[in-house]
């Protein structure tokens, strides 16, 4: 039974035990429970079918590490960056460079040369890996950082040639002589993942083995379990679709599932016939989502509900997913599918509030983000409140965070760093509140929020309501400057192809949900698509931009 106490006037804790943690480096971590699944896949390639079995993972994780530290003669600590999609290849170089010591800086493929040559200056990258189709991309950012870093690429296709100038990864891989495993502190730094940049730029944040490890433990408590256990004649299979280079797909479905002996099957990005194909083909039990794939599946006609067959949890992450939204899910499935929330940040490895199976049934849970996690606690605080004194139940204030998954710090930011540790707990930036149940609902963004003659408006809030307003398929808010209150919310919303959206019934259908402050006196404007990142966050910043170009001619 899920009991809920706090240790202290305002401090929540989920009243789960504290989990245990292993001082151990992630890779051992990962690899060395596996000898009971080493003959079963570890990774597989949903479009090539090109896989590794748990004991390839290991040989071939140890050799590349190797070849990295005595070809390219790296040093304990240097960053190498991982310009990858979802590819079997990804924990292979991931693991092998950590065990041979290195930092891995995770890189977003589908950023420009330039935001590549950006992140690969910051983290001061020795070198590239990344597959022979990015080869002209890495080419172009490394030519923008005016350095010589050299690449190594990997082949996806049979009888793919490697391109003039870069270097092959399987001969990089396999002709290695060994290196010992570099020593190791559990508090090394080991990933360097950027933030989403959805509030500002990207900066690095600095994870150890000890955060990574921390988090999966908390992720492992029996009482968040969702997978059968793999044994000699069982194993589940898990589709990846969310992005390893993204800490919600690095952290939650690569390390997470490997260390349970999963099989993962790679999706390089999100096709909806690859996507569905891979639900038909590996059935699933659990599926982790972003709101953007949770409503493809709700809301596609090509998505049967026979595909949702084995699905018992679905985990949503990175930003919010909608009630309405959640309920047409399950009525598309036809079942009881539990829906589930993680809330996490690049600065906690991400994993810091979850609803767990059990937690659905209980009362006041509905909309919530759930608990924090074992060993975990978080509180509220009021906006400008440097004493950091939590707020009470239904108080609204920012989350402050403290736990094993807190980051090191960010990468060379020593201002950054400061304003954001209070006494030894991280602010996050998200306005929450928590329920006399104690469980905690998420607002907005602190940055995000509109000032309304100095009301509050939260985006998301109007967002859900006009997204379910017939014949809207999106809808992203955004605050405008007005003379007389300040700022306006003015939505942008996408309509169903050949619809008309009666403007005038829209504003009412909001008009009588929300308070007079919050209606949309900035205005609707119809648009093709909303710019969102990698993970469905909205790039209101885009909008914003979009609006002054509007505004200015
Ligand atoms: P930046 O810090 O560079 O502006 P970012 O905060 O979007 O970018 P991430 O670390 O990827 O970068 O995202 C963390 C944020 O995502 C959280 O602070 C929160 O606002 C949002 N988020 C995460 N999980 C959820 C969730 N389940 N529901 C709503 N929002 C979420
Ligand atoms: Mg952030």
Same mark, same amino acid.
Not at 433 to 459: C, H, M, S
């Given at each position: ?42 990774? /597989? ?136 495993? @570099? @020593? ?19 900066? $690095? ?141 690049? /600065? ?21 983000? $759930? ?10 605080? @009021? ?131 929300? @308070? ?38």
């Amino acid at each position: 039974v899920v009991r809920k106490t706090t240790n202290a006037p305002g401090i929540i804790t989920s009243g789960l035990q504290d989990v245990e943690i292993p001082t151990i480096p992630l890779d051992e971590f990962v690899l060395d429970k596996s000898g009971i699944w080493d003959a079963r896949v570890a990774v /597989e390639c949903v479009v090539t079918g090109r896989n590794y079995t748990y004991s390839q993972l290991r040989t071939k994780s140890k050799n590349f590490g190797s070849s990295l530290r005595k070809k390219l003669k790296l040093q304990k600590n240097d960053v190498i960056a991982m310009l990858l999609p979802n590819v079997p290849e990804f924990p292979i170089v991931a693991l092998g460079a950590i065990r041979a010591g290195l930092i891995c800086t995770t890189i977003n493929p589908l950023y420009t040369p330039e935001e590549i040559a950006r992140q690969l200056t910051d983290s001061s990258a020795k070198v590239i890996i990344t597959l022979n189709d990015f080869w002209p991309l890495a080419r172009a950012a490394v030519q923008s950082t005016k350095t010589d870093i050299p690449v190594l690429t990997v082949d996806t296709k049979q009888g793919q040639s490697t391109p003039a100038g870069a270097i092959n990864f399987s001969e990089f891989t396999d002709n290695a002589v060994d290196f010992p495993r @570099a @020593a190791t502190s559990s508090e090394d730094v080991i990933f360097l993942p950027y933030s989403s940049g959805t509030t500002g730029l990207p900066k $690095g944040v600095q994870l150890t083995h000890s955060n990574i490890v921390s988090n999966i433990c908390q992720l492992h408590h029996p009482e968040l379990n969702l997978f059968r256990e793999t044994t000699a004649d069982y194993q589940e299979v898990c589709p990846a679709v969310l992005p390893m280079f993204h800490i919600y797909g690095l952290t939650v479905l690569c390390w997470n599932l490997l260390s349970l002996g999963i099989k993962i099957t790679t999706l390089p990005k999100f096709e909806p016939e690859m996507y569905i194909k891979s639900l038909r083909k590996y059935k699933p039990s659990t599926l982790y989502v972003v709101p953007p794939i949770a409503i493809f599946l709700a809301k596609h006609p090509a998505v049967k509900p026979e595909d949702l067959d084995s699905v018992e949890y679905l985990i949503n992450g990175a930003a919010p997913l909608g009630k309405l939204d959640e309920e047409e899910l399950i009525k598309k499935a036809n079942r009881d599918i539990a829906v589930l929330q993680g809330y996490g940040l690049t /600065e906690t490895s991400p994993a810091v509030l979850t609803i767990w199976p059990n937690m659905k049934k209980m009362p006041g849970i509905e909309g919530a983000l $759930g608990l924090p996690l074992a060993n975990t606690q978080v509180k509220l605080v @009021a906006i400008d409140d440097p004493t950091g004194t939590p707020l009470g139940p239904n108080q609204t204030g920012e989350l402050l965070v403290k736990g094993p998954q807190v980051m090191k710090g960010y990468l060379n930011r020593p201002k950054e760093n400061e304003e954001t540790f209070l006494d030894g707990w991280l602010r996050t930036g998200d306005m929450m509140y928590y329920n006399d149940e104690g469980f905690l609902f998420i607002t907005d963004r602190l940055k995000e929020l509109i000032k309304v003659k100095g009301f509050q408006v939260a985006p998301a809030e109007l967002e859900e309501i006009v997204r379910n307003f017939p014949d809207v398929t999106d809808a992203a808010v955004i605050g405008v400057p007005d003379p007389k209150v300040g700022e306006v919310p003015r939505v942008y919303i996408v309509t169903r192809p050949g619809a008309k959206i009666d403007f005038d019934k829209l504003n009412e259908h909001v008009n009588s949900k929300v @308070a007079n402050y919050k209606q949309l006196k900035g205005g609707i404007c119809v648009i093709d698509s909303i710019p969102k990142n990698a993970t469905g966050k909205i790039l209101r910043r885009e909008l914003k931009m979009i609006y002054e170009k509007e505004n200015s001619s």
